[in-house]
C-alpha cells in the first residue's frame, strides 16, 4: 500500500459485508476489517459463494441501493456509467494500476467474467439527482462552466467536455460522466491525478489536466459538474 | 461491447419525445425537433424553405432522392433531410459566394483550372433550376412526374453536359448538386441535414466526439458507440442551425 | 500617403512556425523585433476547441483556416501558351493564415531529408551520368548539406517534441526505425505513436515481402512532453480530425503549443495583427532594404523601417514578397534568365486503394495526422534507378489519417458516382478499405515557375503570384513504378481487391494533393541559378533573409515542414553568430 486509504475508508469499515463475497475474500480481509462486527464467513461449496455473490453485492454498502453513492465519503456515484470504464476501474484496482486497498480486495476477489457483470449492471441503472448539500455561488459555477465548455488558455487547459462530452454526460469507450457526479469524489479524484496517487489514466490524459489546475479551479469545476441535472429538460 | 444508453444513470419522467431548447426557436417545430435517434424514420422531415421555390422544391425533391435513395441500408436525401441542407446553405452565405473569388475577367478556362463561371452557387442554382423547369415544362413530363428509370435518364444527361442551362453547362450544375447533396448527407446535423445521424450511423462514424486513445488498440474490433453531434446536448437533442451557414 | 514609424531592428513577416521561431530567437539575442501577421490571433482555447472544431464541413469542405482565396488568390495555369486564371476555390493545395499559420493546419508528419537530397544533382550525375535526366529538369544542389543541418533537425525536432524511432544513430542502424535515413545523433525525443491498425497490416505485409517498415514520425504526441522551451504538450488523442483542422488537446505540435507562449511574453517582440505586407522597401541603391510598408486592417498605411527584413510568409507568397518588392531578377521561362519564380515545385501523390470483406474492421476515423507505418525503400534515391528512366522516389504507406465522410467513402472502380450502387458500395467499403499514400518526389523544370500575374489584383491592389506548373514526364513515370510497388504490398495485405491509382497529368488545382508548393526563391552558391545563398540572405539584397520552402531548388520524397524547421534554425544561427554581429555579404557572389 503505498499511499494512505482515502476518507470514506473509515466509512466503509463499519458498513463492510463480508458474507455476500467468496471465501478468498474473508480470508483476505484488511487488519482493520478484521476489527469490525463481522458478519458470519461465506459458506465452504462454490455453488454457495456464487449463490451469494449473486445474492447481495456488497457494493451497495457504500455505492448506495441505486448506485448513486455517498457523497460525503467521496463514493462515487456509478449508477449508469459506462461499463467499460466500471471494468477497467476494477480490474486496475485488482492489479494494483489504481490504488485503493478497499476496492483492490473487492476486485481481486472477482473474476474477470464477474467484474465484468457487476460493471454491466451498475451501467443498466438509474439513480435520481442527488443536489449538492452547499451548491456552489454563482461567480464559481461560471467559472466551473467556463473550464467545462471552454478550457483556460493561460493554464494551458482543454475544455473537459471534448472528452467528457455535452453537458459532462460521457462518451463510451472515452470518458466517464461527470454530470451529477458528487463535487467531493471529482475533487478527490483531481487531485489524486494532479499529485500522483492516481494514476491509472491512459496516456496520462488526465494527469496533465488536473496539474495545470489549482485548488479554486477544481472548486470550481467539481462544484458545476455535480450541479448538472440531466434529470429534467 | 457496450451498448447502454448514456443517459441511463439518470431517471427520465416523460415521452420519447422532446422539445427543442428554448434558446433556438425553429421556424418549424418539426424540423428542430429531434426525436428518439431511431435507425429508419419513415416520414421525411417538414421542411421550411427559404431560397428554394416551389417549383424548385419539386425538383430538388426528386433529383436528390435519386441521387442518395432510401434502401435497405437505410433513409436517402429525403429522410436525411439533404434538401433542407441545400436550401440553408444557397440561402445564406455560402449561396451568396462566400469563399468564391468573384472577379473577372473571366474565360471558361481548362479542366484543370476548375470552376470559372460568374455565378454564385445561389445565382447558379436558381439559374439552372428555371432552365431545367421550363425545358421539362415544354416538353412534357416535370421532373417529379418521372418514373424513377426515366429521372436518372434525365440526370446523366445533365451529368454528361448535355445540356445548357441559361448559360450554366449542366455538367457543372450536376457536380454542384451531387457535391452538395453529399455534404448534405454527411455534415454535421447542425447544418440542417444527416438527420439524426442517420448517414453515419449507416456506415459506423462516431461523429465529433472523437477520443480513441485506447480504443485504437483494439484491431479489428467494431467500434459500438451512437453518433454524436457537435451540436447535442446532454440529452442528446440536436440544436440544428435553421438560421445556418457554416460560419467561418 | 504612408505613416513613418519608429525603427526596429528587426521585421519578421508572417507570424507561423518560422516566423515565430525567427522571432524568438532575435528577440531572445536583445533585438527588438516586430512581427507583421496578416491574420488575426488565435489560441488552443477558445479557438481550438472540441466539439466545435470537429466540423467537417467547416473546416474541410469550406477551408475555414485557409488564407482568404477571396481578397488574395493566386493564378494558375499548366502551359505557358495559356492564359492563367484564378483559382476561384482552393482545392488543391490550402495555403492558412492567422497567428501560427499553415502548421496549425497541418497534420504533424515530420522528415528529414537525405543526404543525397541536398547534393541531388551531382549524385545523379556521379551515379547515373550527365544525359540521364530530360533536359528540360533543372534539379540543382542546394549549398548546404545534411550534415550541416542535422543539428538543426535535430534542435526543431526536439522543440515540437516530434514522436518516432531513429533509424540510423551515428551510423549505427537501429531496429524498427528506417534504415535508409542519413545519421541522426539522437533518437527522437518522445517515442512513436501507437500504431493503428492499417499500420500494423501494411508492416506485416510490408515486411514479408522484405521491405523496411517504420512507423511514422509524428509531431501529435505520443505522450506528454516538455521542449527545451520549457512548453508542456499532451498526448493526442486520434481524434481523426488533423490536417485542415486545429487541436483541442495541446497535443499536435504548432506555434502556440511549442514557443508562441516564450515569444509573446518577450517585450522585445511586438506582435501586430491585421497588417497585409504590401512590399518590403529598397533605398535608392536597390542593395538594401529600409524597412516594409503594410496596411493594417483599418486601411491605414504604415511604413515600418528596420535594420533586417525576415520574409517568412507560406513558400509561394515569399515568391510574390520579392517580385512585388522588385528584389531579385524575375525568371523568364522563355531566356532561362533570372532567378525570383524560378524552380518552382510541388508533390506528386499516388494512392493505392485495398478492399477488404466485411470481416476486416479498419475503423478509419481512428487516427492521428502522422498515424501509420511506411516504407522509404523506394523513396528518393535509396533504390537503383538504372534503366528505370527517372529520378525520385516516393515513400509508401498506410497512413491514412481519418474517416472523415464527406471526403472519405472509398468505392472501387466501376461504383456509379451516385444512386443506389453508390450508396450500397459506400456502406458495403467504408469501414473495411486501407488506403496508401505514395508520396512522391517533384523535379523542377524549366517550365514549372511562378510570376506575376498580367491582369488580376488582390483587394489591395497588386498583382496577384501566377503559377505555371505541370507534372514533369519525370514524376509521371515515377509515380507509375512506385504505385505498381505500392499495389504488390496491397495484395500481401491479402486484399479481396487492390486497386492503384498513379498520378497522372495534367496538373489540376480541383483535386487536393498537398500544401507543398516550394521553390521559386532557390537556395545555392551561384547567383545565376539562385535567389538567397546558403544561409537564406538574398545575393541581391543583404538585409533581406528568406526562410521558406520556396528555398527548395526541388522537393524530396518527404514533407517539407521538418526540412524547413532545420534551415530556420541554420539561418538563425547565422544570423545570430554571423551577420547581425557583421552585417554584410555572407558569401562572396
Keep these: 500500500m503505498n499511499a494512505p486509504a482515502p476518507p470514506f475508508a473509515r466509512f466503509a469499515f463499519s458498513f463492510l459485508l463480508i458474507a455476500a463475497l467468496p471465501c478468498a475474500l474473508a480470508a483476505s480481509a484488511t487488519p482493520a476489517a478484521a476489527a469490525t462486527p463481522a458478519a458470519k ?18 457494493c451497495e454498502a457504500c455505492h448506495g441501493a441505486h448506485g448513486e453513492g455517498m457523497a460525503a465519503a467521496h463514493v462515487p456515484r456509478i449508477a449508469g456509467q459506462s461499463a467499460d470504464y466500471l471494468k477497467k476501474q476494477l480490474d486496475d484496482y485488482a492489479a494494483g494500476t489504481r490504488d485503493n486497498p478497499i476496492m483492490a480486495n473487492f476486485a481481486k476477489a472477482l473474476s474477470q467474467q464477474q467484474r465484468a457483470k457487476f460493471a454491466a449492471r451498475y451501467a443498466a441503472m438509474s439513480a435520481r439527482y442527488i443536489p449538492q448539500v452547499k451548491p456552489p455561488i454563482a461567480v464559481h459555477l461560471a467559472r466551473g462552466h467556463q473550464l467545462a465548455f471552454q478550457g483556460d488558455e493561460a493554464k494551458r487547459v482543454q475544455a473537459c467536455n471534448a472528452c467528457h462530452g455535452p453537458d459532462g454526460v460521457g462518451v ?40 495545470r489546475l489549482d485548488d479554486a479551479d477544481i472548486a470550481a469545476v467539481t462544484g458545476y459538474f455535480a450541479s448538472v441535472d440531466l434529470s429534467t429538460h | 461491447m457496450d451498448k447502454v444508453t448514456r443517459r441511463s444513470f439518470v431517471t427520465t419522467v416523460g415521452a420519447a419525445t422532446v422539445a427543442p431548447a428554448a434558446a433556438l426557436l425553429p421556424l418549424t417545430a418539426a424540423a428542430a425537433v429531434s426525436p428518439a435517434k431511431t435507425a429508419n424514420i419513415a416520414e421525411p422531415p417538414k421542411t421550411t424553405y427559404l431560397y428554394f421555390n416551389t417549383a424548385e422544391v419539386l425538383f430538388i425533391e426528386a433529383a436528390c432522392e435519386r441521387l442518395i435513395p432510401a434502401d435497405e441500408s437505410g433513409p436517402g436525401a429525403l429522410g436525411a433531410g439533404v434538401p433542407n441542407y441545400l436550401d440553408k ?14 472577379s473577372g475577367p473571366w474565360q471558361p478556362g481548362t479542366p484543370s483550372q476548375g470552376y470559372q463561371l460568374p455565378f454564385t452557387p445561389a445565382e447558379l442554382f436558381h439559374a439552372s433550376l428555371r432552365a431545367i423547369n421550363r425545358d421539362l415544362d415544354a416538353h412534357g413530363t416535370p421532373f417529379h412526374g418521372m418514373s424513377p428509370e426515366a429521372q436518372d435518364a ?9 445540356h445548357d442551362l441559361d448559360g450554366v453547362p449542366s455538367g457543372v450544375f450536376f457536380d454542384m448538386l451531387l457535391k452538395m447533396s453529399i455534404e448534405g448527407f454527411f455534415s454535421d446535423p447542425v447544418y440542417g441535414g444527416n438527420r439524426n445521424m442517420v ?19 483494439r484491431h479489428g474490433v467494431k467500434f459500438e458507440r451512437e453518433p454524436m453531434s457537435l451540436a447535442e446536448d446532454g440529452h442528446g437533442h440536436i440544436h440544428v442551425r435553421q438560421d445556418i451557414p457554416a460560419n467561418l | 500617403m504612408a505613416q513613418r514609424l519608429k525603427e526596429v531592428d528587426v521585421v519578421v513577416i508572417g507570424v507561423g512556425m518560422v516566423g515565430s521561431i525567427v522571432a524568438k530567437e532575435l528577440a531572445a539575442a536583445g533585438y527588438k523585433v516586430v512581427g507583421l501577421e496578416r491574420g488575426q490571433t488565435r489560441f488552443t482555447v477558445p479557438e481550438f476547441q472540441s466539439p466545435a472544431v470537429h466540423d467537417e464541413l467547416r473546416f474541410d469542405i469550406r477551408k475555414a483556416l485557409m488564407q482568404d482565396n477571396t481578397r488574395e488568390p493566386v493564378t494558375f495555369r499548366n502551359q505557358g501558351a495559356q492564359v492563367a486564371l484564378p483559382v476561384r476555390r482552393w482545392e488543391s493545395f490550402l495555403p492558412g493564415t492567422g497567428l501560427g499559420g499553415s502548421m496549425v493546419h497541418w497534420n504533424g508528419q515530420t522528415y528529414r531529408f537525405q543526404a ?89 505485409a510490408a515486411g514479408s515481402l ?3 517498415p517504420f512507423p511514422q514520425p509524428s509531431s501529435n504526441l505520443s505522450q506528454p512532453y516538455t521542449n527545451p522551451e520549457g512548453v508542456k504538450l499532451n498526448a493526442c488523442v486520434f481524434c481523426g480530425f488533423c490536417e485542415r483542422y486545429a487541436c483541442e488537446h495541446y497535443a499536435k505540435s504548432v506555434p502556440q503549443t511549442v514557443i508562441l507562449p516564450v515569444l509573446l511574453a518577450n517585450p522585445n517582440f511586438e506582435l501586430r495583427t491585421g497588417c497585409q505586407v504590401q512590399r518590403i522597401n529598397l533605398d535608392s541603391t536597390k542593395k538594401h532594404a529600409t524597412g516594409v510598408t503594410y496596411i493594417d486592417a483599418v486601411g491605414r498605411v504604415f511604413e515600418q523601417p528596420a535594420s533586417l527584413v525576415i520574409t517568412s510568409t507560406f513558400a509561394i507568397n515569399n515568391i510574390r514578397m520579392l517580385l512585388l518588392s522588385g528584389i531579385g531578377k524575375p525568371y523568364d521561362p522563355a531566356t532561362g534568365h533570372g532567378v525570383v519564380g524560378r524552380n518552382y515545385a510541388y508533390q506528386t501523390m499516388s494512392t493505392v486503394a485495398s478492399f477488404f470483406d466485411e470481416d476486416v474492421i479498419v475503423n478509419p476515423f481512428m487516427a492521428s495526422g502522422a498515424s501509420g507505418t511506411l516504407i522509404n525503400d523506394f523513396a528518393g534515391d535509396n533504390f537503383d534507378h538504372s534503366g528505370l528512366g527517372f529520378i525520385g522516389g516516393a515513400f509508401i504507406g498506410a497512413v491514412n489519417t481519418n474517416g472523415r465522410p ?66 514533369p514526364p519525370n514524376d509521371i513515370k515515377m509515380a507509375a513504378y512506385v504505385t505498381a510497388k505500392a499495389v504488390e504490398i496491397g495484395k500481401a495485405m491479402g486484399a479481396k481487391q487492390v486497386v492503384g491509382s498513379p498520378r497522372k497529368g495534367p496538373y489540376t488545382v480541383t483535386q487536393y494533393q498537398t500544401t507543398h508548393n516550394t521553390g521559386g526563391t532557390v537556395m545555392g552558391d551561384d547567383p545565376k541559378t539562385s535567389v538567397v545563398n546558403r544561409y537564406l540572405q538574398s545575393w541581391d539584397v543583404p538585409n533581406v533573409f528568406v526562410i521558406g520552402a520556396s528555398n527548395y531548388p526541388q522537393n524530396a520524397s518527404w514533407n517539407p515542414t521538418g526540412t524547413l524547421g532545420a534551415l530556420t534554425y541554420w539561418a538563425i544561427d547565422a544570423l545570430k553568430n554571423k551577420y547581425l554581429k557583421s552585417p554584410g555579404r555572407l558569401v562572396s557572389a
Design chain 1, 41 to 58: 464467513p461465506a459458506a465452504a461449496t462454490p455453488a454457495a459463494s456464487a449463490a451469494a455473490a449473486a445474492a447481495a453485492p456488497p
Design chain 1, 172 to 211: 463510451p469507450h472515452a470518458a466517464p460522466y461527470l454530470a451529477g457526479q458528487s463535487a467531493e469524489f471529482l475533487a478527490s479524484a483531481l487531485k489524486a491525478f494532479k499529485d500522483g496517487t492516481r494514476k491509472n489514466d491512459a496516456g496520462e490524459l488526465m494527469r496533465s489536466v488536473a496539474e
Design chain 2, 89 to 102: 446553405q444557397l440561402g445564406g452565405a455560402w449561396g451568396a459566394g462566400e469563399r468564391l473569388y468573384r
Design chain 2, 154 to 162: 434525365y440526370l446523366k444527361s445533365l451529368e454528361s453536359g448535355a
Design chain 2, 199 to 217: 448517414a453515419w450511423r449507416m456506415i459506423g462514424f462516431p461523429g465529433a466526439y472523437a477520443d480513441y486513445f485506447e480504443a485504437i488498440d
Design chain 3, 116 to 204: 543525397t537530397d541536398f547534393q541531388l544533382a551531382t549524385r545523379t550525375r556521379e551515379r547515373y551520368g550527365k544525359n540521364f535526366l530530360d533536359p528540360d529538369v533543372t534539379i540543382q544542389d542546394w549549398g548546404v548539406t545534411y550534415d550541416d543541418l542535422e543539428p538543426h533537425y535535430d534542435r526543431f525536432e526536439y522543440l515540437l517534441g516530434t514522436s518516432g524511432k531513429a533509424g540510423n544513430i551515428k551510423g549505427r542502424i537501429q531496429a524498427g526505425g528506417d534504415p535508409h535515413e542519413s545519421p541522426r545523433s539522437r533518437d527522437y525525443p518522445t517515442p512513436p505513436q501507437k500504431e493503428h491498425f492499417q499500420g500494423a497490416m501494411f508492416r506485416k
Design chain 3, 210 to 212: 522484405g521491405y523496411h
Design chain 3, 406 to 471: 464527406i471526403q472519405y467513402h472509398p468505392v472501387p472502380p466501376g461504383t456509379p458516382a451516385w444512386g443506389k450502387g453508390w450508396k450500397q458500395a459506400v456502406v458495403k467499403h467504408y469501414n473495411h478499405t486501407v488506403m496508401f499514400s505514395c508520396h512522391g518526389s517533384s523535379v523542377s523544370q524549366r517550365q514549372n515557375y511562378c510570376d506575376l500575374d498580367p491582369t488580376y489584383r488582390d483587394a489591395w491592389g497588386q498583382p496577384v503570384l501566377r503559377i505555371t506548373f505541370d507534372f
